[in-house]
């Protein structure tokens, strides 16, 4: 098959983590005779050092003429110290999502097994947990009617939803949850926002479509609690805007080990893939950087294609190299290798014939996956 993805590696360590993704995806391109067809466009500071845009004309016409779009890293921290700067690195990400349509976010947190005493949290309190949340990510507070506090002595933010906004996501992760154990926990504020009340009742009447996912309520206070004392009680957590942007963050930190973290935001047409962490700038051209984030997310890319038994080798061998310890200095502090050296393994194991990938065929029979 052929395929045109994307590559917008952004600024910091962008590029060098996009690079041992690409040399992922060429592995996985050999050894099951796919064509990939990759196009680079520019985004973030380093747009808008060159064309005083965040989010340049030909970078959005390359992403919506390609299948698929693997982003690096954005942001730098002149514009973190300028808060009044009228254009930022992440406008470029926020414009691409709402020009591609792109309306949920993915998370998956799984813990590795040799990477547990990473967490600040109890090894006993952390085993097994294996979580995906789905954060709406194109309405409520951060989208709705905004009054400006420069132009009165109050300020104020509008979270408006509809129930077309809620009813597309939550199928998502219905559909989601079919696939794994059949658990769906919507964390809201029902109790005191009538925009949560919607969503409880569009999810609630969702939910008699699929009569084996069990469905439970949280309120977001409660769940941020919850989700540190017992994380791996949760399968699938569905969430409006800012409460998903907030316990995705908290959901990171539980691994201890941010830098193996993807993500993906998918629309009805488009998606988008990229690592959960910064741009890292102190790191840049340094061969410090992890790149297992990055070539994560092109696990999750390759099942946005179907190609569910792609996805699991890539998986197979990011999991191979965390358990050899072939990893860069974050994950342990005594380690030699450099990103270059692991994305080469990873690459390497993916087209490696002698010790070909156990794939487990039910799973793929079934498209067990992370993107519906």
Known sequence: ??????????????????????????????????????????????????YETALPKDTLRICKNS?????????????NNNPVAEVRPEHGLIQLRKELGLYANIRPLRIFPSLVDKSPLKADIIKGT???????????????????ATKAQSASDVCKYTEEEISRIAHLAFKAAKNRNNRVTLIDKANVLNSSKLWRKVVRDIAQSYPDV??????VDHAAMKMIAAPNRYDVVLTENMFG???????????????????????????????VHGPYTELKDKDLVNPVATIL???????????????????????????KGIVTKDLDANS???TNHVGDFIANHILGHDDRINMNNENIDLGKSTII
């Open 297 to 323: 997310a092109t696990a999750m890319l390759l099942e946005h294609f179907r190609l569910f038994e792609e996805a699991m080798a890539v998986r197979e061998a990011v999991d191979k190299s965390i358990a």
């Open 336 to 338: 030699q290798y450099g």
């Open 130 to 148: 294996d979580m995906l949340i789905f954060r709406e990510l194109s309405s409520g507070i951060y989208y709705q009617n905004k009054e400006d």
């Open 214 to 219: 069990a469905l439970e309520y949280q309120f």
């Open 245 to 275: 942007d907030i316990l995705a963050d908290e959901s990171s930190m539980i691994s201890g080990a941010v830098n193996t973290l993807p993500s993906a935001s998918v629309g009805e047409k488009q998606a988008l893939f990229q690592p």
């Open 1 to 50: 098959m052929k395929y045109k993805i994307a590559l917008l590696p952004g600024d910091g360590v962008g590029e060098e983590v996009i690079q041992q993704a690409k040399k992922c995806l060429e592995a996985v391109e050999e050894v099951f005779h796919h064509e990939f067809i990759f196009q680079i466009g520019v985004i973030g500071a380093k747009a808008i050092n060159t």
């Open 67 to 79: 299948d698929a779009i693997l982003v690096g890293t954005i942001g730098n921290h002149k514009f």
